[in-house]
């Protein structure tokens, strides 16, 4: 019974979340608006383990402003995995990232984080249901600029995974991949809310290793929302 309310009230808080990001998703600037664009998201994420305790998480990212155009962030973030056993475990990594703007005249920035993260797993029925807590110390310098700022961030991310094509998801399986996830600043400098994501995919699990999903995504600001493409590859070795 309680297993059933959670499952049920995990469903609902991503669902409201989807249907609000929706209904925000309209564009109402000009045309030449970064907001109007049908931006893309190309990721790699791996997570190879070492050893019983240990893995590696290595990830590439690459957004565009446009479909296929107009480079928009390049994120590197690699980490080191210890697992409490097998289900949750701690992180602690790096990021790179770097920024282009919308148009040439604008700014873009380079950004070096280091971040520790706690990742929970807590299926119910068929539902995979990850919780992501992860902190961030961010350095952030704009094009140009002298100075170098510093500001800290939570986010808070709950995935559900839920297989369409058989009872658990394993090689050859098509799955519904479904998230939100909320950022807060907490450098007391900022405005406490700074965006939220949320994110709806069809996946198909290749291999026990290896998947992709294809996916949208809404990344909703206080004052506007990007709609992305999702493409992403998974591939997850186990190099013991």
Same mark, same amino acid.
């Given at each position: ?53 240990? !893995?590696?998480?290595? &990830?590439? #990212? ?11 962030? *390049? @994120? %590197? +973030? ?20 770097? !920024?282009?703007?919308? &148009?040439? #005249? ?11 993260? *706690? @990742? %929970? +797993? ?24 002298? &100075? ?15 297989? %369409? ?76």
């Amino acid at each position: 019974m309680g297993s059933a309310r959670a499952a049920s009230a995990a469903a609902a808080y991503l669902c409201s979340a989807l249907l609000l990001s929706a209904l925000s998703a309209t564009p109402l600037g000009a045309q030449d608006d970064p907001s109007d664009q049908l931006g893309t998201w190309f990721q790699y994420f791996g997570d190879n383990r070492i050893s019983d305790r240990f !893995s590696i998480h290595t &990830e590439v #990212e690459y957004w565009t402003w446009e479909t296929v155009s107009n480079p928009h962030v *390049l @994120i %590197l +973030r690699p980490a080191v995995n210890f697992h409490l056993n097998d289900g949750p475990f701690f992180s602690l990594g790096y990021t790179y990232v770097k !920024s282009w703007p919308f &148009e040439e #005249e604008g700014i873009g920035t380079k950004q070096n984080h280091f971040f520790q993260q *706690l @990742i %929970l +797993r807590s299926p119910v029925w068929r539902v995979r249901l990850y919780h992501r807590y992860r902190f961030e110390e961010r350095w952030i310098r704009f094009d140009e600029a002298e &100075e170098t700022d510093f500001s800290t961030r939570l986010r808070y991310m709950l995935l559900m995974q839920f297989p %369409l094509t058989r009872k658990a998801i394993e090689p050859n399986t098509l799955f519904l991949a479904s998230y939100n996830e909320l950022f807060i600043n907490t450098g007391g400098r900022e405005r406490a809310f700074d965006q939220n994501r949320v994110y709806v995919a069809l996946a198909y699990q290749i291999t026990r290793n290896m998947c992709f999903h294809t996916g949208f995504l809404w990344q909703i600001f206080q004052d506007r929302t990007f709609r992305r493409l999702q493409f992403a590859f998974f591939f997850n070795p186990d190099l013991r």
